[in-house]
């Protein structure tokens, strides 16, 4: 379980941090519609701070096992 656990949470933040540098990729390329890309980044960004929140809680608390 805390191999799995592990293997959970550095998958979640690699997709995470894809998800995070598309977004900052289309807003520096000026795409056709802005508030598409500000409510992607703003979206992609309370994800990265709920997610690595809830991966560091799961490592610790496999890590206690």
Same mark, same amino acid.
């Not at 289309?26 to 890309?37: L, N």
């Given at each position: 379980?805390?191999?799995?656990?592990?293997?959970?949470?550095? @998958?979640?933040?690699?997709?995470?941090?894809?998800?995070?540098?598309?977004?900052?990729?289309?807003?520096?390329?000026?795409? @056709?519609?802005?508030?598409?890309?500000?409510?992607?980044?703003?979206?992609?960004?309370?994800?990265?701070?709920?997610?690595?929140?809830?991966?560091?809680?799961?490592? @610790?608390?496999?890590?206690?096992?």
């Amino acid at each position: 379980m805390k191999a799995f656990a592990i293997v959970i949470a550095v @998958v979640n933040f690699l997709l995470l941090f894809s998800v995070t540098t598309c977004a900052f990729w289309i807003r520096a390329q000026k795409a @056709v519609d802005p508030s598409s890309v500000d409510f992607h980044m703003k979206l992609g960004l309370a994800t990265v701070i709920v997610s690595t929140v809830v991966t560091v809680l799961v490592i @610790v608390l496999a890590a206690r096992r």
